[in-house]
């Protein structure tokens, strides 16, 4: 069985604190959260996600609601205070919830088939045979069927070449997998592409997955050698947003990449 990750912080006390401080200032004032909505143009639920310390302020919405409170530079120095060599302060999120609550997911991958469209037999093999673990990981797929309000997410796996051709498990296990693969393409929300194989493309760096809210909010999570990430900061979106231009630059067609997983299958896995 492998050894347990160490459970993360759920919560950031910097990041608290900074929310707690606003809406005392902002409750001082008589000012609602649906105006500082307004001025500074972030949807009301993320500044309450801001003022209850599950997501960080940007530098610029700091400014907007610290002139628009008087608070004399106040909120911004807390926010300064808060801050490492630049770098906002972190937060663990839950990324199992914010996968299951996402509207749309992107995926990239250079190693391994994605999780979320990975055959029973492929996950277990993964997992080294940990029935539980590869349970759990079959479970989110639920996400691509999902009969709620907001309906199936919208899915796109962008899979580097590679992975077609990296075994794991038997040939068997292989083959239905990448039958799988195409099966699932046909879904109306789903999208597989193949990115051919090329050592000068930034997607070299790591697998990550990129989804997107129902309020339209960005939250990465992102693989190390280490441990796993997840960051919703401005800056690390937008390095992931010039990778994935590139990577689906190098990608087949949903139709071609079909078309070359099916070949893969039968000339190398049957």
């Not at 001025?39 to 610029?60: H, L």
């Not at 193949?194 to 809210?213: C, E, K, P, Q």
């Amino acid at each position: 069985m492998p050894p347990r990750r160490q459970r993360r912080p759920s919560e950031s006390p910097a990041l608290i604190a900074f929310g707690r401080q606003m809406r005392r200032m902002r409750e001082a004032k008589g000012v609602k959260q649906e105006t500082i909505a307004h001025i500074t143009q972030v949807s009301g639920p993320q500044v309450s996600k801001i003022e209850n310390g599950k997501k960080r302020a940007t530098r610029s919405f700091v400014e907007i609601v610290d002139d628009h409170l008087e608070g004399d530079g106040a909120l911004i120095n807390l926010w300064e205070d808060l801050n490492k060599n630049g770098h906002p302060v972190p937060i663990w999120f839950d990324w199992p919830q914010i996968e299951a609550d996402a509207v749309m997911l992107i995926c990239w991958q250079h190693s391994v088939i994605p999780g979320l469209a990975q055959t029973p037999e492929y996950a277990l093999a993964i997992v080294h045979g940990n029935q539980e673990t590869a349970d759990v990981r079959i479970n989110r797929q639920t996400i691509l069927t999902r009969d709620d309000e907001r309906g199936p997410a919208i899915v796109l796996f962008l899979i580097e070449e590679q992975v077609l051709y990296h075994q794991v498990g038997t040939h068997e296990t292989m083959r239905k997998q990448l039958e799988h693969l195409i099966e699932i393409s046909r879904m109306p929300n789903v999208t597989v592409q193949v990115v051919l194989s090329r050592g000068d493309h930034d997607g070299n760096m790591g697998a990550f997955v990129l989804a997107t809210m129902e309020d339209r909010s960005e939250i990465a999570y992102v693989e190390t050698a280490i441990r796993s990430i997840t960051t919703d900061d401005p800056a690390d979106l937008s390095v992931l947003a010039r990778t994935l231009l590139q990577l689906r630059s190098q990608a087949l067609t949903q139709e071609m990449s079909c078309e070359l997983i099916r070949k893969v299958a039968e000339e190398r896995w049957t």
